[in-house]
């Protein structure tokens, strides 16, 4: 069962505005899901990061900044 209400005034077919809502949920649970997992990867690359490979921490770091950045983007 969805945690989203659905006013019973709703002017649309209430069932398909009930699966539109479920799938639109489906996909931000997918997209937090996968955003854990690049979480978790990056925090894997700074564990076993060689500190002396420049290109590898910028890459690193511009991907913990992207992160940042989408963790902001949400609402």
Do not use: W
Request: hydrophobic share 35%; charged share 35%; with cysteine.
């Amino acid at each position: 069962m969805s945690d989203t209400p659905i006013s019973d005034s709703t002017p649309h077919n209430v069932a398909d505005l009930g699966m539109r809502i479920r799938m639109i949920e489906r996909e931000l649970n997918a997209a937090n899901k996968r955003i854990a997992q690049l979480e978790h990867e990056i925090e894997l690359f700074r564990e076993h990061a060689d500190y002396e490979d420049v290109c590898l921490v910028e890459a690193i770091l511009k991907g913990e900044e992207i992160g940042r950045k989408e963790k902001e983007a949400k609402p």
